[in-house]
Each structure stands twice: as structure tokens, then as C-alpha cells.
């Protein structure tokens, strides 16, 4: 066969079921284009053919002994932070690098019941912490539109994977974007769900109240097909929440029709300095969805600008200064720099094993909880972040989902904006507020810039509410032909 | 907020922290966390006197499962993932001087 690996799950599904292909087929095709192309891209940082082919082998037989779930023999990537027992789950940093996973995270248990054979996994801003996939320790990834930009993260692997056609689908996570800014930067469907909707159990935590796991694809379908399975309620996840799992992917239909739907605009999230172009591409969007039949209401979400500030505090309070971080010492697993006794031992393990931007962060969240600093800080970013969830209860009672950007400009150059953190953070101002509130958001294909790279189209709904975002998304998609245009890679 | 705040000091915040920082890191994240700190103050700007703080988007309370024995993971793929390990134990410098 060739070209496989540049079909998406739903075309698959149709070769795999007349047995046009095999999932062996398909793991071929991928593997010759990864060969082809990641030597460029660096999206992978572990590959392991032979077991991707043993899990394609074992796909295809159970295909032939009846089996037909959707995702049956459909190789995923998997962003380096959700173990997976026995490989690597190195969180592209040196303090992992040793590290080998002794247990599958739940997403992964259910993509192997589910079928899906395993692939590889991707590179990442370490420890999620980074929106441009530059702070890895592990490994360089570059934008496969043009390779001398970044691919946007944390999750940069798996967009840049997806995109150049290394994968049929990936899982990333997003805490404050990392799903929906890499895959508007690279070109692909991101899905951030609901809070609570998929288990984190075996996700390396950036920050615990914030995190979500979620899939980047090339079509808003395939976001749909994948979503569905790793949604459920998990026991090993007490902020998981008991609540049955739409069948996402088949409620899809061919009726590309918005009639009937009420679609926000937000004022706040056209601000200053944001990209004339991508300006332009999202309004076209917001016109587009009129043509199809949907109510245009302004809405206001008038916290939006602290969110940022907000973001900064909570995400770092509770990686550095209240847990997830605080793991990594030296003693139990990962990497040690020995000392004459253990405060020695864990400062030097954590200036070797850390990068810059880690360190950083953990300071400022050690700092945001310090006695004297907490109710400054920590405790008035949580009130805020009252408001700005409050804001989005308020402006879905005058709509079913809300249109916006994704991120003020498209992908940057590799190195633009290393030097200055405070920057980079700036960009994440269209995202963070979803993190914060809670509910889910989607990014999707929406136009390109004149120099040619990708430019989102972000759609937000409330709690448990991605049927509306996927069917959102997937009538823009139907009508719209950005998400069928591939990258040269050279 | 700004009247009570003496600034952070990177040197003594990291220690807290436990990372070993050298002069140039320490200097460099001062001045990049003093323009951290100086953006985030613009949330001095709002009344929140009467709004509680949210710790979850959706806080869920007293989740408790039955107690009951689980499997635990194999003693020695733990072992395996040890920087340093002696007849089955995770070996660590000294705490006490004796």
C-alpha cells in the first residue's frame, strides 16, 4: 500500500472493514513516512517498530475474529508524559530520562482495549510547562510548515506528528493550551475536554486542577472518535466525574446546517497587537457559520485580560510550590546527583535534572504559597478565577458555543521568544481562560497566513458540552477546505 | 498588593525549593520573575472582597472508595526505577549523624 498514513481514522475504518488494508498496512506506511520526514520535524523521541507491528499483527486478528471498534488497528503517538508500561515517559526532561513507566495511564489502557496500536512518543515542553515545544531537554521540533518555526506546545509532538502525516492521530494534553495552540500553529483539530471528563490517572501533572487529556487529529470527526474512548469515569481519578459518555463519533452527520444555533463573539478576544491576518481568518470563520444558518450574538467575558495573571499563579502554585514537581527528588526514581546528605542531594539532582523554565516555575509557585504571599497571590487568583468562570456562565445563557481565535498570531520563529518568558505567557491569553473555567474548547483549521502557516479557529461550549463544539466544528470542516491541505516537508 | 511585598529574593525562594541555582541563573530569573510578578499585580485591580475562591472547576467532595486490599505494582519494577538500590531497598545518603 502507500500513502496510508495520510487518511484519517474514519477512512481507514472503511479499508480496514473491506479489507482493502491491514493495520500492519497502515504501521508500514507510517513508519516509512517517519523514516521520510521526523529526521526533519523531530517530532518522536522513542519509536518502537517492533511492537507497533505486533499490536497492528494483533489488531488484524482480532479484526478477522469479528471485532470492529473504531479504533481497532489505528496506530496513535502518545505525548511523552502519559506512561505506558514499560516504555519511557520521560517528559522531555533529564530528570526522567532513566525513567521506565511501570503502569498504563487509563487514556492508555483504553486505547489498547479499544484496539489502537501504540506508536511512539512525541517530544513536549517539559513537563507540559512551555507553549512552544522549545523547552524540551530531549529533543528539537520543528513546524512542519515551515521548519523554521516552532510548533507551538506543550504538546508540539503531536501536532507537528499529525500534521506531517508521522501519525494518524495523537494524545496530547492541555493545561493552558497545550492541545489547541500547538495544533492551530501546526494545522490540525485539537480537543480540550471538559474538566473531570477524561481520567489523568498516569498523566504526568503540570498542574492537578488544570490538566486535561485530549486528541489532536486531522479531522473534527476523528477528534470525535477518539474522544469517545478515552472518556469515562475512572475510580483511580477522584476528580473524574460519573457522567455517561456520548457516542461522539456517530453523532456526526452529513447535514452541514448551524440553523437553530446561537454562536458568541467575544469582544475581549480580538485584542490588541493580535495578527491582522488571523484577525481576518477568524472573522471569515464567524461569517462562514452565519452562511450555514447560525445567530451571530456579541457576548462579553469581561475577565478575559486577567487571565493570564491568574493562569501563572495557580499553574505554578501547583506544580512547583504544591506538588507535582516536588515528586522529582532524587530519591525514589528518576535522576540523582549525590550529595553528603539529602538537601545537598535534592539541590543539585534538581539544577541537573531541571531546564530553565522548570526551575522558574517551580520557584515563583514556591513563592505565590510562602507565608506572608498566599492570600496576595494564590488565594486572590482563585477569586478571579471565580470571575472569569462566572463570565462564561454568563454568556452561555445567550449562546451554544462561542467563536474565537486561538492565538493572536501564527507560529513564531524557533528562538523568537526563548529569552523572554513574560512573552511567551502573553500568547496563551485566548486559552487559559477555558483551563481556568473548566469547560471544553476545540481549534480547528481556519485559513493560513500569507507566509503559509496554519491559523486557528477556536470554539468554546460549556461543561460537558463537546457535542456542540464537534458539531461546530465538523460543519465549518465540511464546507471549508483548509484541513485537506498537507505541508511540504523538504 | 504591591505595598506589603519587599519583592522576591530568587536565592532564598529557590533553596526553599531545593534547587541549586548558580549566580547567572540566579540573577537572570530575578529579573525575569520581577516582571512576572510586576504583570500579575494588575489583579490588585478588582473588588474581590465577597467572591469565594475556586480551587476546581468542578469540586467534587469525600470521593471514598471501599476498603479494600488492591494489587500493588511488582516490587521490582519499583526497584528497577531506584537511582540506587541494596538487597531490594532504595538506597539514600545518611540523615542522622550518629
Given at each position: 500500500m502507500d500513502g496510508l498514513n495520510k487518511l484519517t481514522i474514519a477512512e481507514l475504518a472503511e479499508k480496514l472493514a473491506s479489507g482493502e488494508c491491514s493495520s500492519v498496512d497502515i504501521v508500514n506506511d507510517v513508519f516509512a513516512s517517519i523514516e521520510a520526514t521526523d529526521g526533519t520535524i523531530g517530532a518522536y523521541l522513542t519509536l518502537d517498530r517492533d511492537s507497533a507491528l505486533e499490536q497492528a499483527k494483533a489488531a488484524d486478528a482480532s479484526r478477522a475474529a469479528g471485532e470492529t471498534s473504531p479504533m481497532l488497528g489505528i496506530p496513535v503517538a502518545i505525548k511523552d508524559l502519559l506512561n505506558v508500561k514499560g516504555q519511557p515517559c520521560t517528559c522531555s526532561s533529564k530528570i526522567l530520562e532513566d525513567y521506565t513507566a511501570p503502569y498504563d495511564a487509563t487514556v492508555i489502557a483504553k486505547l489498547r482495549e479499544a484496539g489502537a496500536v501504540l506508536l511512539g512518543r512525541v517530544n513536549m515542553d517539559e513537563f507540559a510547562m512551555g507553549s512552544s515545544t522549545e523547552n524540551a531537554a530531549l529533543g528539537k521540533t520543528?513546524?512542519?510548515?515551515?521548519?523554521?518555526?516552532?510548533?507551538?506546545?506543550?504538546?508540539?509532538?503531536?501536532?507537528?506528528?499529525?500534521?506531517?502525516?508521522?501519525?494518524?492521530?495523537?494524545?496530547?494534553?492541555?493545561?493552558?493550551?497545550?492541545?489547541?495552540?500547538?495544533?492551530?500553529?501546526?494545522?490540525?483539530?485539537?480537543?480540550?475536554?471538559?474538566?473531570?471528563?477524561?481520567?489523568?490517572?498516569?498523566?504526568?501533572?503540570?498542574?492537578?486542577?488544570?490538566?486535561?487529556?485530549?486528541?489532536?487529529?486531522?479531522?473534527?470527526?476523528?477528534?470525535?472518535?477518539?474522544?469517545?474512548?478515552?472518556?469515562?469515569?475512572?475510580?483511580?481519578?477522584?476528580?473524574?466525574?460519573?457522567?455517561?459518555?456520548?457516542?461522539?463519533?456517530?453523532?456526526?452527520?452529513?447535514?452541514?446546517?448551524?440553523?437553530?444555533?446561537?454562536?458568541?463573539?467575544?469582544?475581549?478576544?480580538?485584542?490588541?497587537?493580535?495578527?491582522?491576518?488571523?484577525?481576518?481568518?477568524?472573522?471569515?470563520?464567524?461569517?462562514?457559520?452565519?452562511?450555514?444558518?447560525?445567530?451571530?450574538?456579541?457576548?462579553?467575558?469581561?475577565?478575559?485580560?486577567?487571565?493570564?495573571?491568574?493562569?501563572?499563579?495557580?499553574?505554578?502554585?501547583?506544580?512547583?510550590?504544591?506538588?507535582?514537581?516536588?515528586?522529582?527528588?532524587?530519591?525514589?526514581?528518576?535522576?540523582?546527583?549525590?550529595?553528603?546528605?539529602?538537601?545537598?542531594?535534592?539541590?543539585?539532582?534538581?539544577?541537573?535534572?531541571?531546564?530553565?523554565?522548570?526551575?522558574?516555575?517551580?520557584?515563583?509557585?514556591?513563592?505565590?504559597?510562602?507565608?506572608?504571599?498566599?492570600?496576595?497571590?494564590?488565594?486572590?487568583?482563585?477569586?478571579?478565577?471565580?470571575?472569569?468562570?462566572?463570565?462564561?456562565?454568563?454568556?452561555?445563557?445567550?449562546?451554544?458555543?462561542?467563536?474565537?481565535?486561538?492565538?493572536?498570531?501564527?507560529?513564531?520563529?524557533?528562538?523568537?521568544?526563548?529569552?523572554?518568558?513574560?512573552?511567551?505567557?502573553?500568547?496563551?491569553?485566548?486559552?487559559?481562560?477555558?483551563?481556568?473555567?473548566?469547560?471544553?474548547?476545540?481549534?480547528?483549521?481556519?485559513?493560513?497566513?500569507?507566509?503559509?502557516?496554519?491559523?486557528?479557529?477556536?470554539?468554546?461550549?460549556?461543561?460537558?458540552?463537546?457535542?456542540?463544539?464537534?458539531?461546530?466544528?465538523?460543519?465549518?470542516?465540511?464546507?471549508?477546505?483548509?484541513?485537506?491541505?498537507?505541508?511540504?516537508?523538504? | 498588593m504591591s505595598e506589603e511585598n519587599q519583592g522576591m529574593d530568587v536565592g532564598y525562594v529557590a533553596h526553599l525549593a531545593r534547587i541549586d541555582l548558580t549566580a547567572e541563573e540566579t540573577s537572570l530569573f530575578q529579573s525575569q520573575l520581577d516582571q512576572v510578578l510586576h504583570y500579575v499585580e494588575q489583579l490588585g485591580e478588582l473588588d474581590v472582597n465577597d467572591v469565594e475562591p475556586t480551587a476546581h472547576a468542578f469540586p467534587v467532595y469525600n470521593v471514598l472508595r471501599k476498603d479494600e486490599p488492591g494489587k500493588s505494582l511488582p516490587h521490582a519494577d519499583i526497584i528497577a526505577n531506584a537511582p540506587a538500590a541494596t538487597d531490594g531497598e532504595i538506597r539514600v545518603p545518611k540523615i542522622i549523624d550518629q
Amino acid at each position: 500500500m502507500d500513502g496510508l498514513n495520510k487518511l484519517t481514522i474514519a477512512e481507514l475504518a472503511e479499508k480496514l472493514a473491506s479489507g482493502e488494508c491491514s493495520s500492519v498496512d497502515i504501521v508500514n506506511d507510517v513508519f516509512a513516512s517517519i523514516e521520510a520526514t521526523d529526521g526533519t520535524i523531530g517530532a518522536y523521541l522513542t519509536l518502537d517498530r517492533d511492537s507497533a507491528l505486533e499490536q497492528a499483527k494483533a489488531a488484524d486478528a482480532s479484526r478477522a475474529a469479528g471485532e470492529t471498534s473504531p479504533m481497532l488497528g489505528i496506530p496513535v503517538a502518545i505525548k511523552d508524559l502519559l506512561n505506558v508500561k514499560g516504555q519511557p515517559c520521560t517528559c522531555s526532561s533529564k530528570i526522567l530520562e532513566d525513567y521506565t513507566a511501570p503502569y498504563d495511564a487509563t487514556v492508555i489502557a483504553k486505547l489498547r482495549e479499544a484496539g489502537a496500536v501504540l506508536l511512539g512518543r512525541v517530544n513536549m515542553d517539559e513537563f507540559a510547562m512551555g507553549s512552544s515545544t522549545e523547552n524540551a531537554a530531549l529533543g528539537k521540533t520543528s513546524n512542519p510548515w515551515n521548519t523554521d518555526h516552532v510548533p507551538g506546545g506543550s504538546s508540539g509532538g503531536s501536532a507537528a506528528c499529525v500534521a506531517a502525516d508521522e501519525a494518524i492521530v495523537a494524545l496530547g494534553s492541555d493545561t493552558g493550551g497545550s492541545i489547541r495552540q500547538p495544533a492551530a500553529f501546526c494545522g490540525c483539530v485539537g480537543v480540550k475536554p471538559t474538566y473531570g471528563r477524561v481520567s489523568r490517572y498516569g498523566l504526568t501533572a503540570f498542574a492537578s486542577s488544570l490538566d486535561q487529556i485530549g486528541p489532536l487529529s486531522k479531522t473534527v470527526k476523528d477528534s470525535a472518535i477518539l474522544l469517545e474512548v478515552l472518556c469515562g469515569h475512572d475510580p483511580m481519578d477522584s476528580s473524574s466525574i460519573e457522567m455517561d459518555v456520548p457516542d461522539f463519533g456517530n453523532k456526526l452527520g452529513d447535514d452541514p446546517s448551524l440553523a437553530g444555533m446561537k454562536l458568541g463573539l467575544p469582544k475581549e478576544y480580538f485584542v490588541e497587537g493580535m495578527d491582522p491576518e488571523v484577525e481576518k481568518s477568524v472573522r471569515d470563520a464567524v461569517e462562514h457559520c452565519k452562511s450555514l444558518g447560525a445567530e451571530i450574538v456579541d457576548v462579553s467575558l469581561p475577565h478575559s485580560k486577567y487571565a493570564i495573571a491568574v493562569y501563572y499563579i495557580i499553574a505554578t502554585a501547583e506544580s512547583g510550590g504544591a506538588g507535582c514537581s516536588v515528586e522529582f527528588d532524587g530519591i525514589r526514581y528518576g535522576l540523582r546527583i549525590d550529595g553528603k546528605d539529602p538537601i545537598e542531594l535534592y539541590g543539585k539532582t534538581r539544577a541537573a535534572g531541571f531546564g530553565s523554565e522548570v526551575k522558574r516555575r517551580i520557584i515563583l509557585g514556591t513563592y505565590v504559597l510562602s507565608s506572608g504571599y498566599y492570600d496576595a497571590y494564590y488565594l486572590r487568583a482563585q477569586k478571579v478565577r471565580t470571575l472569569i468562570r462566572n463570565d462564561f456562565t454568563e454568556a452561555f445563557k445567550r449562546c451554544d458555543a462561542i467563536l474565537a481565535p486561538v492565538t493572536p498570531t501564527p507560529a513564531y520563529r524557533l528562538g523568537e521568544k526563548t529569552d523572554d518568558p513574560l512573552k511567551m505567557y502573553l500568547d496563551d491569553i485566548l486559552t487559559t481562560p477555558v483551563n481556568l473555567a473548566g469547560n471544553c474548547a476545540l481549534s480547528l483549521p481556519c485559513g493560513f497566513s500569507s507566509d503559509g502557516l496554519p491559523i486557528g479557529l477556536q470554539i468554546i461550549a460549556d461543561s460537558f458540552d463537546e457535542e456542540t463544539i464537534l458539531k461546530v466544528g465538523h460543519a465549518y470542516e465540511q464546507t471549508t477546505e483548509w484541513h485537506t491541505r498537507k505541508p511540504e516537508i523538504s | 498588593m504591591s505595598e506589603e511585598n519587599q519583592g522576591m529574593d530568587v536565592g532564598y525562594v529557590a533553596h526553599l525549593a531545593r534547587i541549586d541555582l548558580t549566580a547567572e541563573e540566579t540573577s537572570l530569573f530575578q529579573s525575569q520573575l520581577d516582571q512576572v510578578l510586576h504583570y500579575v499585580e494588575q489583579l490588585g485591580e478588582l473588588d474581590v472582597n465577597d467572591v469565594e475562591p475556586t480551587a476546581h472547576a468542578f469540586p467534587v467532595y469525600n470521593v471514598l472508595r471501599k476498603d479494600e486490599p488492591g494489587k500493588s505494582l511488582p516490587h521490582a519494577d519499583i526497584i528497577a526505577n531506584a537511582p540506587a538500590a541494596t538487597d531490594g531497598e532504595i538506597r539514600v545518603p545518611k540523615i542522622i549523624d550518629q
